[in-house]
Nanobody
């Protein structure tokens, strides 16, 4: 059974940094990896997506320039480096993965992903 396990969430002051990790179990190749977030009272929001080679990355406008998505295929792990965090970044962060090569234009679509993690809480205090 495939599992995606997020880690690295926590409480941080505004302006601080956190690095989230998403480890995938099993031997499947997940060609496309992404991060989404869900804040109370808001819709689930796309954060960032990355292709297998890492040559294609897409970011939400709200995190562009502050967050960086990356991956280590040998470890079957994706990362989200979050810098200059703001209180509005507070949310549960979910990693997503798919075994197909999702087009970058569709990275932001939740229905493009078949596998999801359980989420990790990120809280940014002002």
């Amino acid at each position: 059974q495939v599992q995606l396990v997020e880690s690295g969430g926590g409480l941080v002051q505004a302006g601080g940094s956190l690095r989230l990790s998403c480890a995938a179990s099993g031997t499947f190749r997940f060609y496309t990896r992404a991060w989404f977030r869900h804040a109370p009272g808001k819709e689930r929001e796309f954060v960032a997506g990355i292709s297998w080679s890492g040559s294609s990355t897409v970011y939400a406008d709200s995190v562009k320039g502050r967050f960086t998505i990356s991956r280590d295929n040998a470890k079957n792990t994706a990362y989200l480096q979050m810098n200059s965090l703001k209180p509005e970044d507070t949310a549960v962060y979910y990693c997503a993965a798919d075994r197909d090569m999702v087009a970058p234009s569709t990275f932001s679509r939740p229905d493009a992903y078949d596998y999801w993690g359980q989420g990790t809480q990120v809280t940014v205090s002002s």
